[in-house]
C-alpha cells in the first residue's frame, strides 16, 4: 500500500496540489475557458439536434477533409466545440471539464487553447494528406473519409491530457494516454484514431521543441558565462 501510495504522490501530487489549490481559492473563476467551453459544446450539440439548427452547426463547424482548405481553417477553432453526433454528449462534456480544467490551471487560459487547437488542426490537416495518400500507403486513407466530420473535441482532449502529463511528470499517464489511441486504431481503424495520432505527433514535438528550448537555453546562458574574462563574471551576478 505504502508503495502505491508513493507512486501516486510521484505521478499526479503536483498536478493534485496545482489544481486543489487554484479550485479552493477561486472555484470555477479559476477556469472560465473549461466553463465557457462546456457550455458552448452543450448549446451546440442542442442545437445541431434540432430540425432547424442542424445545417447551422454544419455550416459553422463541421470540417470535412472534401471542404476547401480555407473554409476547413475557418471551421476548425469552432469544431473543437462540436461533439459527435453518434456519441453520448455527456462524455465529451466530462473530458473538457475535467482535461480543460487541469489544463487551464496548469498551463494558463492560453497555453491550454494554443495547444487544443494545434492538436485539432494536425488532425485536419493530417486527413488531408492520408486521402492524398491514398488507403494502400502506411499512413493512407480511403477516398470515403472525405466526407467523413472530423473528430471535434476528442483531439485536442488527448493533446491536452498528453502535454500537462509531461509538463507535470505523469509520464505514466501521458504514455498510457498514448498506448490508448494506439490501441483504439488497431482494434477499429477509423479516421477519428487516426487523427488522435496525428494530434499526438503534433504535441510530442510541440514537447521536444519546449524540452530543447528550457535546456539549451540554460546551457547557452551557462556557456556564455563561462566565456565572459574573470573580471566580467565576478560582476556579474
Not at 459544446?41 to 480555407?70: F, K, M
Amino acid at each position: 500500500m505504502n508503495r502505491l501510495a508513493r507512486w501516486v504522490r510521484a505521478e499526479w501530487g503536483l498536478l493534485y496540489v496545482t489544481v486543489r489549490e487554484a479550485v479552493a481559492k477561486r472555484r470555477l473563476r479559476a477556469v472560465p475557458m473549461t466553463v465557457g467551453a462546456v457550455c458552448l459544446t452543450a448549446l451546440l450539440q442542442y442545437v445541431q439536434n434540432q430540425p432547424w439548427g442542424y445545417q447551422v452547426v454544419q455550416d459553422a463547424g463541421a470540417v470535412r477533409a472534401e471542404d476547401p482548405l480555407w473554409q476547413a481553417l475557418l471551421r476548425t477553432p469552432l469544431s473543437l466545440y462540436v461533439p459527435a453526433l453518434d456519441l453520448p454528449v455527456w462524455g465529451a462534456l466530462a473530458q473538457i471539464l475535467f482535461v480543460f480544467g487541469v489544463a487551464e490551471i496548469c498551463l494558463g487560459r492560453w497555453w491550454a487553447l494554443a495547444i487544443a487547437y494545434v492538436a485539432t488542426l494536425a488532425g485536419t490537416l493530417y486527413a488531408r494528406v492520408g486521402i492524398g495518400l491514398g488507403p494502400h500507403a502506411p499512413f493512407g486513407l480511403p477516398w470515403t473519409d472525405a466526407q467523413v466530420v472530423d473528430t471535434g473535441p476528442s483531439a485536442a482532449v488527448v493533446g491536452l491530457a498528453v502535454f500537462v502529463g509531461w509538463r507535470y511528470g505523469a509520464y505514466l499517464t501521458a504514455g498510457a494516454v498514448t498506448l490508448a489511441m494506439v490501441a483504439e486504431v488497431l482494434l477499429k481503424e477509423n479516421l477519428a484514431g487516426k487523427e488522435h495520432l496525428a494530434a499526438l505527433m503534433a504535441v510530442g514535438v510541440l514537447c521536444l521543441t519546449v524540452a530543447l528550448r528550457h535546456r539549451y537555453g540554460r546551457f547557452g546562458q551557462a556557456l556564455r558565462r563561462v566565456r565572459q574574462p574573470a573580471a566580467a563574471r565576478a560582476e556579474t551576478p
